[in-house]
């Protein structure tokens, strides 16, 4: 969806560095949502924000952190990376005119090595 | 048992045949279901909600949802080449505000 977008789009980094990924949304949406998707586990919900500075954990948060100043803006946070964090992470939102539906941007492919 | 369930195929079906894609939930109390399609190295992308029993029908596509018998099923008809991705079946389960996934079925659509 052109109305997220989401930075770097790739990004190599060494375990134990601390990494941050970015999502941007136009949309205005109250919800927005942090997934990572892994082969054989599908999507899985790591943290997700019901407003600006409201965020709560989903199924994975353990080594993630988020945190969310401006509606548009949602970071993601890996305080120490490690080789597990290797995925793809998708920023979705939600809670537009369709209150239940959910939009993703374009991924960010993580490689911790 | 994940609360969503899908057959992670490839199910392969040839050009022009109807596709038939099926999901099954666990939590009785789930409302709303989505399909995403998800083509290899891009994201996933919304084409069909439905939100009450019975059939949602939108061009190729209709979404089935049957609450008593816990399953949603996606039908694709006139497949198409294009058609060929993953699709992933999603609920709000448990607590309203969040989506759980199914790992995905892969269909792929030959000439």
């Known amino acids: 969806d052109a109305g997220i977008t989401q930075s770097p789009r790739h990004k190599v980094t060494e375990t134990g560095t601390p990494v941050t990924l970015r999502c941007h949304q136009t949309e205005n949406h109250r919800y927005m949502y942090w997934y990572r998707q892994d082969p054989g586990h599908g999507l899985r919900l790591i943290h997700y924000?019901?407003?600006?500075?409201?965020?709560d954990k989903g199924e994975v948060s353990d080594g993630y952190s988020v945190s969310r100043s401006k509606t548009e803006d949602f970071l993601l946070t890996l305080e120490s990376a490690t080789s597990s964090q290797t995925s793809v992470y998708f920023c979705?939102?939600?809670?537009?005119?369709?209150?239940?539906?959910?939009?993703f941007g374009p991924g960010t492919r993580l490689t911790v090595l | 048992q994940k609360e969503v369930e899908q057959n992670s195929g490839p199910l392969s079906v040839p050009e022009g045949a109807i596709a038939s894609l099926n999901c099954t939930y666990s939590d009785r109390g789930s409302q709303s279901f989505f399909w995403y399609r998800q083509y290899s190295g891009k994201s996933p992308e919304l084409i069909m909600s439905i939100y009450s029993n019975g059939d949602k029908e939108d061009g190729r596509f209709t979404a089935q949802l049957n609450k008593a018998s816990q399953y949603v099923s996606l039908l694709i008809r006139d497949s198409q080449p294009s058609d060929s991705a993953t699709y992933l079946c999603?609920?709000?389960?448990?607590?309203?505000?969040?989506?759980?996934f199914g790992t995905g079925t892969r269909l792929q659509v030959t000439l």
């Open positions: 999603a609920g709000y389960t448990g607590t309203a505000s969040k989506l759980t």
């Open positions: 924000s019901y407003g600006v500075k409201d965020t």
């Open positions: 979705a939102t939600g809670g537009g005119l369709s209150y239940n539906e959910q939009f």
